[in-house]
Nanobody, 116 residues
Framework: QVQLVESGGGLVQPGGSLRLSCAASGTIGSINAMAWYRQAPGKQREWVATITSSGMTNYADSVKGRFAISRDNAKNTSYLQMNSLKPEDTAVYYC??????????WGQGTQVTVSS
C-alpha cells in the first residue's frame, strides 16, 4: 500500500524559510505530477504548486516568486522550498501524487505556522 509521508513543517518567523518533503513508501508505479495544497483554518483547501513528470512547474499567484517545488524521481519524493514566509502562509500543507493511471495519493498534512 502506498503512503505519502510529509515532513519539514513547524513554526517560523515572518520572512523565514522552511522546506517541506513528501516521500512515498510502498510499491509505487509511474508518477505523473506531484503537487502541494494547503488549508488554512476556516478556509477551503487551495492549490499551491505543481511539478510535472517533465519538470515543468506552476504556482499559485500568492506564492509565485517565494516558493519552489522540485522532485527527486529516484527517491519518489517531492519538495516545497518556502521562502519569505508570511503569516497568511499559515496552514496545513498537503502533498499529492497523481499517478499515470489517474489515481491520487495524499499525505497526512504538515502544519506550517508563520508567526512572530
Amino acid at each position: 500500500q502506498v503512503q505519502l509521508v510529509e515532513s519539514g513543517g513547524g513554526l517560523v518567523q515572518p520572512g523565514g524559510s522552511l522546506r517541506l518533503s513528501c516521500a512515498a513508501s510502498g510499491t509505487i508505479g509511474s508518477i505523473n505530477a506531484m503537487a502541494w495544497y494547503r488549508q488554512a483554518p476556516g478556509k477551503q483547501r487551495e492549490w499551491v504548486a505543481t511539478i510535472t513528470s517533465s519538470g515543468m512547474t506552476n504556482y499559485a499567484d500568492s506564492v509565485k516568486g517565494r516558493f519552489a517545488i522540485s522532485r527527486d524521481n529516484a527517491k519518489n519524493t517531492s519538495y516545497l522550498q518556502m521562502n519569505s514566509l508570511k503569516p497568511e502562509d499559515t496552514a496545513v500543507y498537503y502533498c499529492t501524487f497523481v499517478m499515470s493511471d489517474g489515481i491520487y495519493y495524499w499525505g497526512q498534512g504538515t502544519q506550517v505556522t508563520v508567526s512572530s
